[in-house]
């Protein structure tokens, strides 16, 4: 970098502060190679944790470090591998080249290399604490998360409350599903930095992810008014709101982030439900050209090929439609690695466990004054959204939406074990029922329309004696239909991307309802068609079923204020309406063949 050493010095510690170490050291080394007695840069070297290696005299040439850095800045990682490796032959075991070697190689995606080079420089100086940090994003990018974890406690030992450590290291334990550990860490990083709107917005994605829309539109809205543009902050936002119901106010948001970035995929796939798109509309130009551009991950691909195939379907162009949602899901399906098979053996599992009803686990004092539960089921898509929208309308009903504690402590039991329910069911009684305590504001009654749970009526019945369960269904084509066109960000419904893959689940799912109908206990049965063609007639019966006296609050499902966090929250803010459930006879030609192995 030619100029005079003031500048050279004034920019080293300009990418000292934005955490750019090996740029920063660079110049540092630069100026000490004109003045090798240069109080400033040698006290810059230090402050980057360097003091030690300093020497005016052996290391690479000057002109070797600067044509290093102009490789990495300007993108060129594989130039800039090659040359570092070439250096090191030379110069073994040099902090600064194996630093951009590092550089370079995380560039690239290869992680594994990445990770590896930054062990050998924790080698040679194992209390630096960037480069712990460096390893930990590393191990995040390789899976590695309880290893990333040691990483940036490491670096928080060093240098403790560091903002960005905190705040990945929250990251490390959200990937774990350790929420609450990751909310205080993320916390802890705000008070330290509480205008990084990084930070605000993994706070705010964690809190809406946990369904405080109230807490993450706060921190959300405080990102915003530092960086109106930031397209993560925008896309967030605009979830959280149309949760809340303010439709217009989510299109606005993601139309915002699409401008700000118009390669954003996620910001498409949330828009595309909302927006009707026209044959002449600017919006679908532009996801065509993002859907035939370069450079996306297959990810991303995907959420642009759902995006697309929603508004081709919108201006009537059903052969391409059904092309790019054929596509998109084979996508999903990879990326899932998902094979039938496994739920086979689920289910299998599940029929030999429950061949005979088991006997109720008796409730304690405690088990009995919480609320009694209502479980919605039945497949995705068959309108547990819409029933639970009318039972919450009561008012001894409060709404749960998709209560992921029970589904997750049963899906995470060894159904081979005979012992394992009755070995786990204090602990997981317990943490549902504080689960739905505190969703409950003071009524009787609770929600839990996680459509899977279907799977787990054995154990419901067992745990919650008390509980209420309603089967919801409806045309399985129209089911099966609907489940293939959306996309499910959870890894839970790996089904859903094959249409032979959701004719085999729908048997699997059918074959155990009968099951569960051979054993001692209610289900309410619910006819997602009868219901949208009578609903008051549909929703007196469905209320006294559940026991409940009846209110006319339930015929307004459309007025329910709740928020809805699933893919049916746009179609609920409307009155009841039937047709839906023909749908898909747009596509039959794609489908007949399919949908003719329906038993």
Known sequence: MAGSVDKILLAARGHAKRGEIAQAEALYREVLGRFPGNKRARAGLEALGQASKVKPVAGPPRALIQQLMGLMQTGRNRELIDQA?????????????????????????????????????????????????????????????????????????????????????????????????????????????????????????????????????????KGLSLDPRHVLLLNNLGIVLLAEGDIAGAQARFEAALAADPSYAEAWWNLSPLHRFVPDDPLLSQLETQVAAEGHSEHDRMLLEFALAKAQHDVGRTERAFALWHSANARRKAELGYDIAQDRTLFAQLRDRFAEAYPPIPETEADRAAPVPIFLLGLPRSGTTLVEQIVTQHSQVAPGDEIATLDSEMSALDWSDPEALTREAGRIRAAYYETLTGLADGKPFVTD???????????????????????????????????????????????????????????????????????????????????????????????????????????????????????????????????????????????????????
């Not at 290893?147 to 403790?160: K, Y």
């Open 449 to 599: 329309k996680m459509p899977l749970n279907f799977r787990w009526i054995g154990a419901i019945r067992a745990l919650f004696p008390r509980a209420l369960i309603v089967h919801v269904h409806r045309d399985p084509r129209a089911t099966l239909w609907s489940i293939y066109r959306n996309f499910f960000s959870s890894a839970g419904n790996g089904y859903a991307h094959d249409l032979d893959d959701l004719v085999a689940y729908h048997g699997l799912y059918r074959d155990l309802m009968a099951h569960w109908a051979t054993q001692p206990g209610t289900i309410i049965d619910c006819d997602y068609e009868a219901l949208t063609e009578d609903p008051e007639a549909r929703s007196r019966r469905l209320i006294e079923a559940l026991g409940l006296p009846w209110e006319d609050a339930c015929l307004r499902p459309q007025d329910n204020a709740r928020t809805v966090a699933t893919t049916s929250n746009t179609q609920v803010r409307k009155p009841i309406y039937k047709g839906s459930s023909q749908e898909w006879g747009k596509y039959a030609p794609y489908l007949e063949a399919t949908f003719a192995k329906l038993a």
């Open 85 to 221: 490796n070439r250096a090191l032959r030379i110069h073994p075991d040099t902090i600064l080249l194996l630093e951009f070697r590092a550089a370079g190689q995380g560039a690239l995606g290869d992680h594994a290399g990445a990770a590896e080079t930054y062990r050998r420089l924790i080698a040679l100086r194992p209390d630096h604490a960037d480069t712990h940090g460096n390893l930990g994003n590393e191990l995040m990018e390789l899976g590695q998360h309880e290893d990333a974890i040691a990483q940036f406690e490491r670096v928080l030992a060093l240098r403790p409350r560091d903002p960005v450590a905190l705040n990945n290291l929250g990251n490390a334990l959200l990937a774990l599903g350790r929420e609450a550990e990751a909310r205080t860490r993320f916390e802890a990083a705000l008070e330290v930095a509480p205008n990084d709107v990084h930070m605000l917005n993994n706070l705010g994605n964690l809190l809406l992810n946990e369904g405080d829309f109230t807490g993450a539109r706060l921190r959300l809205e």
